[in-house]
């Protein structure tokens, strides 16, 4: 049984991904895109992890760049409602994407990690299984080791069967140049997190942290979102973490932060602005980009939002607005101007930057 057979069609139910670039010689990136639920390619139904992709995708076959995207969770019909609901399968998508950047990396690579809602949390459990367990290398990157090294993630890593396969089969110390994310969300599929809690054995032992193997940490926040069951999941700086972290605040709902539009293009202009704050952070990174990419996403702080109460949104009445500064990392972005906000999130900003 082929590696890739078995990645992109586990338990018979073939992912939505999509694969650009080519190895050449010397240093690689690669790159890994998991998308939010119900996520689409199709041209004026992309997120900003999709057109993310989609650029990336221009340049790399002459960049020396891979990148692998995978949608979220699709609603095809009533069968799939479970699935949707719960989010059945962020452990078979994350196993997944550990099991394709094992099969692509070598020593002196770089690894990019980028996600939006559940598929962000995705990305930062990947980047923990790396963190724990190590990735495997490409020579030992089977089925089995990959299926044997998320088990051991899973019991946490730390016993000597754990330790013992890191040894023999996993990269000594692979960096993670950067884990790149909006709006991260714990729930999945339809964010009703009380289904989540319903199971929680599948999902508990995920470790989303930034751990000392990541260099880099880029997330966008909406600040406008209310809905409780899009609480954000947030990073919070560890006094031994040596890295950069970057969690900056945008005006939007979630959908409006991570570019989910779909129908209502007029809050593109909107969206654009922490897609292109991203951009430019990927590009810090060395991460090539097609010439004159800023210009195709104009951007307007003005733009109507997509708002929180079309279609599923109207079922979630439980709101509360967004804790705001809790973290040294955290920052209002240029195109908010104090005075739109809230008062309880003026205070927590006025706390955060006095103490």
Not at 207 to 228: C, K, Q, S, Y
Request: glycine share 10%; proline share 5%.
């Amino acid at each position: 049984m082929k590696l890739r057979d078995w990645l992109f069609g586990l338990f018979g139910r073939r992912a939505r991904t999509e694969e650009g670039g080519v190895r050449g010689r010397g240093p690689a990136t690669h790159v890994v895109i998991l998308d939010g639920t119900m996520s689409s390619l199709k041209p004026g139904r992309e997120t900003n992890a999709g057109l993310t992709f989609k650029l990336l995708n221009e340049v790399s076959r002459t960049s020396n760049l891979t990148v692998h995207y995978e949608a979220g969770i699709q609603w095809r019909d009533w069968s799939g409602t479970w699935d949707v609901m719960t989010g059945k399968g962020i452990n078979r998508q994350i196993e997944r994407a550990y099991g394709v950047v094992g099969s692509r990396y070598r020593p002196g690579d770089k690894i990019i990690l980028v996600g939006y809602s559940r598929g962000a949390y995705a990305v930062r459990s990947l980047a923990g299984v790396i963190d724990t367990i190590g990735l495997v290398q490409a020579d030992h990157a089977t089925v089995r080791a990959v299926r044997q090294a998320y088990r051991h993630y899973r019991n946490g890593g730390v016993n000597p069967a754990a330790k013992r396969f890191s040894e023999i089969y996993c990269h000594d110390d692979v960096k993670i140049e950067a884990v790149a994310v909006w709006d991260t969300v714990k729930a999945l599929g339809l964010r009703l997190p009380v289904l989540w809690r319903w199971a929680p054995a599948q999902h508990d032992f995920h470790n989303h942290a930034l751990g000392p193997h990541v260099l880099n940490g880029f997330h966008a926040l909406a600040i406008d979102e209310r809905r409780r069951a899009y609480e954000p999941v947030m990073w919070h700086c560890r006094p031994d973490w040596t890295g950069h972290m970057e969690q900056v605040w945008f005006r939007g709902n979630h959908a409006d932060i991570g570019g989910q539009v779909w129908e209502h293009p007029q809050a593109r202009p909107l969206a654009n602005i922490p897609l292109v704050w991203m951009l430019e952070r990927l590009a810090d990174c060395e991460v090539p980009l097609p010439t004159g990419w800023y210009d195709r996403f104009p951007q307007d702080v003005n733009a109507p939002s997509i708002g929180s109460w079309r279609g599923w949104a109207k079922i979630f009445l439980a709101r509360k607005a967004r804790v705001v500064g809790n973290d040294p990392s955290e920052r209002m972005h240029e195109t908010i101007a104090a005075d739109i906000l809230e008062p309880s999130i003026a205070v927590d900003l006025h706390n955060q930057a006095s103490g």
